[in-house]
């Protein structure tokens, strides 16, 4: 499968923004999905994680309340609303894939992964 993220920017603090992730190859819907984020000088991290078929969800701690991941398998595409954003949330985005039944949650554990994409909250 191949991702591709989009949707990222540069808001003000207490704004939103939905990022995008459209999976393109084999069957979108075999797939749990994730996002994870990385900022400068710091490791890779969960965020969200969604199951095939959107049934299950699970979030980071410092996101839960905040963000909502969601899909729509007969567009192929992953989301990622993100509301309420603090200067800390200041990342690049990825979105991963995973063909397993079980929620992942470390990115050793994803295979898949679209290119990225930045976000910015000023404060």
């Known amino acids: 499968v191949q991702l591709q993220a989009s949707g990222g920017g540069l808001v003000q603090a207490g704004g939103s923004l939905r990022l995008s992730c459209a999976a393109s190859?084999?069957?979108?819907?075999?797939?749990?999905m994730a996002w994870f984020r990385q900022a400068p000088g710091k490791e890779r991290e969960f965020v969200a994680a969604i199951s095939w078929s959107g049934r299950s969800t699970h979030y980071a701690d410092s996101v839960k309340g905040r963000f909502t991941i969601s899909r729509d398998n007969a567009k192929n595409t992953l989301y990622l609303q993100m509301n309420v954003l603090k200067p800390e949330d200041t990342a690049v985005y990825y979105c991963?894939?995973?063909?397993?039944?079980?929620?992942?949650?470390?990115?050793?554990?994803?295979?898949?992964w679209g290119q990225g994409t930045l976000v910015t909250v000023s404060s």
């Open positions: 991963a894939a995973d063909p397993l039944s079980e929620l992942k949650y470390s990115p050793g554990e994803y295979n898949y």
């Open positions: 190859g084999r069957t979108f819907s075999s797939y749990n």
